[in-house]
């Protein structure tokens, strides 16, 4: 389908695939937590984990946004959240 749009409508789903369908969204507890561990920098997993646990971040929240720092990072597409 998507395909077929782009026929008709190449800018709008060009657009459509940069800021939807290969994005992902950070919430407030994810950019809280990359301000205090950085992309990119070496860290702990279990002070990460105590450090979003501390400020309500639940367990599957915590393993997605691990998900999302590897995208961010590089090292996987945004497809793997989809």
């Known amino acids: 389908m998507l395909d077929v749009a782009r026929e008709h409508f190449p800018i709008a789903v060009t657009?459509?695939?940069d800021y939807?369908?290969?994005?992902?969204?950070?919430?407030?507890?994810?950019?809280k937590t990359i301000v205090s561990f950085p992309i990119g920098t070496s860290y702990l997993s279990e002070s990460m984990m105590n450090y979003?646990?501390?400020i309500g971040m639940s367990r599957g929240e915590f393993q997605e946004?691990?998900?999302?720092?590897?995208?961010?990072?590089?090292?996987?597409?945004?497809?793997?959240?989809?």
């Open 20 to 31: 939807v369908l290969n994005s992902i969204t950070l919430s407030a507890l994810d950019i």
């Open 52 to 54: 979003t646990n501390s």
């Open 65 to 82: 946004h691990l998900l999302k720092r590897e995208i961010l990072a590089g090292q996987l597409t945004t497809g793997a959240l989809r």
């Open 15 to 17: 657009a459509f695939c």
